[in-house]
């Protein structure tokens, strides 16, 4: 029986994550520098993933044997504060593998993110194999956590996983400070019938995923035979790319009566290192990775 442990767990994609190990009668202990405002349906205890010897005594008094590790200071955060960044990105997923190992522990979630790729990938349609040049602390930060994912898994015979998400689009949970987070805001904008200043250019294109999709992706793959997966560090993975004024014209569409501000800020700077869309092939034919919701299911979610 899995008995998991997030870290991070009050952020975009941990809430979802326990919302599905909770309907799955799946152990889960959510962990977070915060306190929930809200019930949780599932242990949860404070602790910073920087405090090795708090996530250790969490670890030992709950009989954890699987970690999702969410921590990260994200792309457009990281970018205000870089020095914090790496440290925390960095000693968090350093802390989370010595502990699994010291405490018998093989199977080990962590996210990657299409900030790992950069102006020397192929940016109109990024491989799996491209060259990675990030040019964010972010994405520098999560190319080292994937060439350590391949080397950790060989030397000490773990199996950590990773995925590179592209942007994640939720309505229930707030985005954490990231550089796609304008899709949500738009949405939330305009169909409350309020302008949105957009921090990045009209033309824009990022590729995206719905937070049900990524969950259940996540899901899948994390349940698959290790021998089937080919790539040792982390698959692209993906759902639909879009630029800002497709998103508006889409709302227009869709009855919003009000307006885009287009002023980009050093944000755009982070966009035009990242890729339009990602070539997800290795994931398709590995796993059977699979989306459901394109840009209009997703939409469907809040213009029901
Ligand atoms: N959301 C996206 O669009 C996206 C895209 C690509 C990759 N990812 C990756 O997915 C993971 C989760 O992202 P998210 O969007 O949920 O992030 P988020 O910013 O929404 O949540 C991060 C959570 O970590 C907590 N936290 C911060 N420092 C901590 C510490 N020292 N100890 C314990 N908790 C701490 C925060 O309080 C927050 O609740 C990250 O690794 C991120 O890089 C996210």
Known sequence: ??????????????????????KNNTYVLATDIRSPLEDLSCDFEIADAMDEKRIDFLIKKHNINVVYHLVAVLSANGERNPFMAWEINMKSFQNIISLSINNGIKKIFWPSSIAVFGTKSNLSF??????????????ISKLAGERLVNYYNKKFDLDIR?????GIISFDTKPGGGTTDYIIEMIQSLKNGKDYTCFLNRN?????????????????????DKQNLKVKDSYNITGFSITPNKLEKKLIELGCNAKVIYKSDFRQDIADTW????DD???INDWNWKFEYGLKETLNVVFK
């Open 1 to 22: 029986m899995e008995r998991i442990i997030i870290t991070g767990a009050l952020g975009q994609l941990g809430r979802e994550f326990i919302k599905f190990f909770n």
């Open 126 to 139: 990024a491989a799996q194999d491209s060259i990675l040049n990030p040019e964010t602390i972010y994405g």
């Open 162 to 166: 990773s995925l590179r998400y592209p």
């Open 204 to 224: 824009t294109e990022l590729p995206m995923l719905y937070i049900n999709d990524a969950v259940k992706g996540t899901i899948d793959y994390m349940s698959v």
């Open 275 to 278: 890729p339009k869309k990602i």
């Open 281 to 283: 092939s290795s994931a």
